[in-house]
């Protein structure tokens, strides 16, 4: 099993749609979690942090499930500028060494 | 406040050539991490340097790999030799915290093109 694992995608959504990412992960002693966002051929850059329960902000939403260890991200009313790569990142084993999803790629089309 | 600086922005050179591949951190923030995503891949963490000290070298793929952090500030990473598989774009990020406790940031990364 891989350490952090997202939906494959790619979410082809319409303008105006709510769409939701899920991530897993397997260290169960993580205690922070990131979704970063990726535009193409750009670095990433962090969207939202998650310690405890979820995070709200705007359009974005994320929430942690520790007991069934993952995380989801919902974008509502999506915009064509959501249009991206979307990473979960997790620390990984003793905290510091961070693991990367391989990504959702998210398509907003008009 | 400038952002992670990485430089150069592009490389192409041929197999067996060295490269050195540079990062200047965000100002005070003594973590220090070099990623790297090959094509179509996820991004896989290198190593991670507290001041300049290698707190964590556990993804340096081989001994071609020297990473250096001399006097905990600017980061150097060299390929020596290259190899065709060395190509991919290398990120370096820094925090403030270890464990990147409120997220990392990223530099625009070094495309490396190994021919």
């Known amino acids: 099993r891989k350490e952090v694992e997202q939906d494959p995608g790619p979410f082809n959504v319409p303008e105006g749609a709510t769409v939701a990412f899920n991530c897993t992960y397997s260290n169960s002693a993580s205690q922070s979690f990131f979704w970063y966002r990726q535009d193409c051929r750009k670095e990433p850059k962090l969207l939202m942090s998650?310690?405890?329960s979820g995070n709200e902000d705007g359009r974005f939403t994320a929430q942690l499930n520790r007991a069934s260890q993952y995380i989801s991200l919902l974008i509502r009313d999506s915009k064509l500028s959501d249009s991206a790569t979307y990473l979960c990142v997790v620390p990984g084993a003793g905290g510091f060494k961070t693991i990367f999803g391989a990504g959702t790629r998210l398509f907003v089309k008009a | 406040e400038a952002g992670v600086t990485q430089f150069p922005s592009h490389s192409v050179i041929e197999k067996g050539q060295t490269v050195t591949l540079r990062c200047d951190p965000i100002s005070g923030h003594d973590n220090l991490y070099w990623y790297r995503r090959v094509m179509g891949k996820e991004i896989k963490f290198l190593l991670h340097?507290?001041?300049?000290?290698?707190?964590?070298e556990s993804g340096m793929p081989n001994n071609r790999f020297l990473a250096e952090r001399t006097g905990g500030t600017y980061s150097t990473l060299k390929v020596q030799p290259a190899e065709l598989e060395d190509s991919g774009v290398y990120f370096c990020?820094?925090?403030?915290?270890?464990?990147?406790?409120?997220?990392?940031?990223f530099g625009s990364g070094t495309r490396l093109t190994v021919v």
């Open positions: 340097f507290v001041k300049e000290s290698k707190q964590d």
């Open positions: 998650v310690y405890s």
């Open positions: 990020a820094s925090s403030q915290r270890q464990g990147g406790a409120y997220g990392y940031t």
